[in-house]
């Protein structure tokens, strides 16, 4: 049997271990902490155990994909919330906005905070729907070893009817004026470590993820304890 060692036993880590061992590697997982899991992981301190927790349990689709290659549902292992309001946006002691669960709801936000901007959101988010599942369906899963992967006249069509090389922030702008639904929108672009100015506008997928599909929180199945992050 050929043996192939992992360093790391975070999502990735775990993920290629199991695949791997499904094709018949024998695999050994290096991992420098004490526990597996990554930024999933807990630790104890002084007889208290805290979550590591991830930031976001984003983009389902892959997590029941990774489950489905091995006839097993993520419903098998824990359970997920959806947290309403999603999350609280704190721009000074005065101006807040709490973001609902509800497509409709955030709907009626936008409107509030500029008049009109409802529809604008709805059209914002189908595009990020399209850009969602074009990265789904046609980027995620391919295995990134040559440029000629994305050789691919649909999906190169889909790329820039869709807009995907202006500026994020730009793109944001032609929708939205008001400072606080700009800054609503811009920040996941933060997860990418990068800035709204230099990322392009395909990353508007994130903020479908983020409204429509929602943040959720996880609990194992059987714990009376639901984790106390958007994980």
Excluded at 108 to 118: A, I, T, Y
Aim: aromatic residues 14%.
């Amino acid at each position: 049997m050929r043996r192939v060692a992992v360093i790391g036993s975070g999502f990735s880590g775990l993920s290629a271990s199991c695949f791997l061992a499904a094709a018949g590697f024998d695999v050994l997982i290096f991992e420098k902490n004490g526990t597996p899991g990554g930024r999933a992981r807990s630790f104890e301190v002084n007889g208290f155990t805290f979550d590591m927790c991830p930031s976001w349990y984003w983009m389902p689709d892959v997590f029941e994909n990774f489950f489905n290659h091995f006839n097993k549902k993520p419903t098998d292992y824990y359970e997920l919330k959806r947290i309403d309001p999603s999350y609280r946006i704190i721009f000074n002691d005065h101006d807040r906005i709490d973001v609902p669960a509800n497509i409709e709801q955030v709907r009626n936000v936008f409107d509030h905070l500029e008049d009109g901007s409802g529809n604008e959101l709805l059209k914002f988010l189908e595009e990020a729907r399209l850009k969602y599942e074009l990265a789904l369906n046609k980027l995620v899963y391919l295995p990134g070893l040559k440029i000629t992967e994305l050789v691919d006249a649909k999906l190169i069509k889909a790329l820039f009817k869709l807009h995907v090389f202006s500026s994020f922030s730009g793109y944001i702008r032609k929708f939205f004026k008001d400072p606080r639904l700009i800054q609503l929108l811009e920040f996941p672009v933060l997860f990418l470590g990068a800035k709204p100015q230099t990322t392009p506008a395909f990353y508007s997928l994130m903020n479908y993820a983020d409204i429509a599909l929602g943040a959720t929180r996880l609990r194992k199945l059987n714990d009376t304890n639901p984790r106390g992050c958007r994980s």
